[in-house]
């Protein structure tokens, strides 16, 4: 069992900046693929990011390539998400999401954290 704890939501202007942060535990969370999701009301859990746990490569979807960077620290047992020049659109829950073989960009990870509200006003 892996248990994630996001942290780092929070209200913030368009054009700003936060930083998610999900604690793993449980588990050698370096043996994991790591990824953030978001859901907005009334729409489908939406893929973000995904890191491996190998060699930490990267992979992000169209919509925030350019502006988040996914990142992870093994020895904290920490993934991280830095968001930057946020836009109104990116308003969600973020979820964090691990498994042990590659999903990519399907909502069908093992395990899931309980999300962090995002919200970014115009």
């Known amino acids: 069992q892996v248990q994630l704890v996001e942290s780092g939501g929070g209200l913030v202007q368009a054009g700003g900046s936060l930083r998610l942060s999900c604690a793993a535990s449980?588990?050698?969370?370096?043996?994991?693929?790591m990824a953030w999701f978001r859901q907005a009301p009334g729409q489908e859990r939406e893929f973000v990011a995904v890191?491996?746990?190998?060699?930490?490569?990267?992979s992000y979807a169209d919509s925030v390539k350019g502006r988040f960077t996914i990142s992870r620290d093994n020895a904290k047992s920490t993934v991280y998400l830095q968001m930057n020049s946020l836009k109104y659109e990116d308003t969600a829950v973020y979820y964090c999401?691990?498994?042990?073989?590659?999903?990519?960009?399907?909502?069908?990870?093992?395990?899931w954290g309980q999300g962090t509200q995002v919200t970014v006003s115009s």
């Open positions: 999401a691990a498994a042990l073989w590659w999903r990519g960009a399907r909502p069908t990870y093992d395990y």
């Open positions: 449980g588990r050698t969370l370096s043996r994991y693929f």
């Open positions: 890191i491996s746990g190998s060699d930490a490569s990267t």
